[in-house]
């Protein structure tokens, strides 16, 4: 539960981010339609082979989904050289990208790159990974992920061990009057969707649970609904990308 501090901190909607890693790839152009308008932002998983053992998709598929949706575009960079590749990235199409702590320690040589190619900054970290290795670069940044699973794989059950990390980041956040948001991923469903607001995300990212149901756009509709409950209806939804005075 949200110590009474966080209360100040609840005050946006959750925005629902589905995972694409998770929809039919043969038709990807129909599961973002179905989904469009309950979501909020599109969320790319993208996969080298390297930093996770799995191998996902890139630039070319990106640019098919920039085609079909107006929603933004964010990248979760899932690759050990991010930097080589942000350009690409950017030529797609996407509105944003996410690369790992774990792949870069010092991400600020590649802020200079996101604000040249109109990226918005995103920073992850593992399930393991402690807080104190992003907390540095909170104040350079549009978007915290925090991993709920192990990166690499879809269908991972949810680590609820997390969750106190997730309110650390939003504390952090609130206590700094800083812009960025906290995005979750990792086995966001109906049974887990309420402790996750609660904890203070603000996007919540989505994969099997929306994919994998028979109508993808009326579960997102409940996992909104839901965290909005746990958030007693605060707040106003805001761009994922912020503006920066630095």
Same mark, same amino acid.
């Given at each position: 539960?949200?110590?009474?501090?966080?209360?100040?901190?609840?005050?946006?909607?959750?925005?629902?981010?589905?995972?694409?890693?998770?929809?039919?790839?043969?038709?990807?152009?129909?599961?973002?339609?179905?989904?469009?308008?309950?979501?909020?932002?599109?969320?790319?998983?993208?996969?080298?082979?390297?930093?996770?053992?799995?191998?996902?998709?890139?630039?070319?598929?990106?640019?098919?989904?920039?085609?079909?949706?107006? %929603? @933004?575009?964010?990248?979760?960079?899932?690759?050990?050289?991010?930097?080589?590749?942000?350009?690409?990235? $950017? +030529? &797609? *199409? #996407?509105?944003?990208?996410?690369?790992?702590?774990?792949?870069?320690?010092?991400?600020?040589?590649?802020?200079?790159?996101?604000?040249?190619?109109?990226?918005?900054?995103?920073?992850?970290?593992?399930?393991?990974?402690?807080?104190?290795?992003?907390?540095?670069?909170?104040?350079?940044?549009?978007?915290?992920?925090?991993?709920?699973?192990?990166?690499?794989?879809?269908?991972?059950?949810?680590?609820?061990?997390?969750?106190?990390?997730?309110?650390?980041?939003?504390?952090?956040?609130?206590?700094?009057? %800083? @812009?960025?948001?906290?995005?979750?991923?990792?086995?966001?469903?109906?049974?887990?969707?309420?402790?996750? $607001? +609660? &904890? *203070? #995300?603000?996007?919540?990212?989505?994969?099997?649970?929306?994919?994998?149901?028979?109508?993808?756009?009326?579960?997102?509709?409940?996992?909104?609904?839901?965290?909005?409950?746990?958030?007693?209806?605060?707040?106003?939804?805001?761009?994922?990308?912020?503006?920066?005075?630095?």
């Amino acid at each position: 539960m949200a110590t009474p501090e966080m209360k100040v901190r609840l005050r946006r909607m959750v925005k629902i981010a589905p995972s694409v890693l998770s929809a039919d790839f043969a038709h990807l152009a129909a599961a973002i339609e179905a989904v469009e308008t309950e979501s909020d932002v599109i969320h790319v998983d993208v996969m080298d082979g390297h930093f996770v053992p799995n191998i996902s998709i890139g630039p070319p598929v990106v640019a098919s989904l920039r085609r079909v949706t107006s %929603l @933004p575009l964010d990248c979760h960079l899932m690759i050990s050289d991010p930097g080589a590749y942000l350009d690409a990235f $950017a +030529d &797609a *199409g #996407a509105d944003s990208c996410t690369i790992h702590i774990e792949a870069v320690p010092d991400p600020t040589v590649l802020f200079e790159r996101f604000d040249a190619l109109g990226l918005g900054r995103g920073l992850a970290l593992d399930p393991d990974t402690p807080f104190e290795c992003i907390e540095p670069f909170l104040d350079r940044v549009d978007l915290v992920l925090v991993m709920t699973v192990q990166p690499g794989f879809g269908g991972q059950s949810f680590r609820e061990d997390v969750l106190p990390k997730v309110e650390r980041c939003a504390t952090y956040l609130r206590d700094h009057d %800083l @812009p960025a948001e906290v995005e979750v991923d990792g086995g966001v469903s109906a049974t887990t969707v309420r402790r996750v $607001a +609660d &904890a *203070g #995300a603000d996007i919540l990212v989505a994969g099997s649970a929306v994919f994998g149901a028979s109508e993808p756009g009326r579960v997102a509709a409940e996992l909104r609904a839901l965290a909005a409950e746990a958030r007693s209806g605060r707040g106003a939804r805001r761009p994922i990308k912020q503006q920066r005075t630095a």
